[in-house]
Every structure is written in C-alpha cells, then in structure tokens.
C-alpha cells in the first residue's frame, strides 16, 4: 500500500490542524493504522493508532486529549486532528500501515509508511 501525509504545515501555538494520511495499493481496510513524529534531532515517538474498522484506538499518554485519530475507509484516509498546538509538537508527522494485525505502538511493527508532512508550531 502507498500513503501519502499531507496537511502540515505552519501553525501558531493554540491553533489547530487536521493531518490527513491518503492509501492507495490495496484494501485499506485490511490495516491498522498509526501516526507517529519526529521532533527535529529527536527519536520517532508513537502519536495514536486505529484498527481496521475505527471502532478502536489508542493514543500516547502525553498526547491524549489534544490528539485524535480517525479514519473513513471508504475514501482510504486517516486522519489525525492536533488541537491547542505547542511548540513542542513541531515535527514531521508520519503515518503508517500495519498489515494483518491489531494496532500498535511500536514502529517497527508496521509495514507501509507515508513520506511525512512537517508540523511547525510558532510560539
């Protein structure tokens, strides 16, 4: 499957942005799907995650209650909507396809990975 981030871009600290993730390849609805970043000099961290359906998801503890993930199978898209933004959330968001099983919090256990859209956040 081949994602593609988009939605990023230059926000001011308080604000809002909705990041979008669009599959295309295969049955998007065979795969979990997940959003980490990468802050600038940082290690990738885990945002949120969806299963195949949207029936379940699992968000960061630092990054619930700002951070929601959602997805519509039927236009082969996830989202993730950031509210209340801070500089510290400045970095490249990546999504990510896990093929056959639950979600996940770990990296390494998905198989597809978009090609980032950078978040900035301005103080």
């Known amino acids: 499957v081949q994602l593609q981030a988009s939605g990023g871009g230059l926000v001011q600290a308080g604000g809002s942005l909705r990041l979008s993730c669009a599959a295309s390849g295969r049955t998007f609805s065979n795969y979990a799907m997940g959003w980490f970043r990468q802050p600038p000099g940082k290690e990738r961290e885990f945002v949120a995650a969806?299963?195949?359906?949207?029936?379940?998801?699992y968000s960061a503890n630092s990054m619930k209650g700002r951070f929601t993930i959602s997805r519509d199978n039927g236009k082969n898209t996830v989202y993730l909507q950031v509210d209340d933004l801070k500089p510290e959330d400045t970095a490249v968001y990546y999504c990510?396809?896990?093929?056959?099983?639950?979600?996940?919090?770990?990296?390494?256990?998905?198989?597809?990975w978009g090609q980032g859209t950078l978040v900035t956040v301005s103080s």
């Open positions: 990510a396809a896990r093929r056959g099983g639950p979600y996940s919090s770990m990296y390494f256990e998905y198989d597809y």
């Open positions: 969806i299963n195949w359906n949207g029936g379940s998801t």
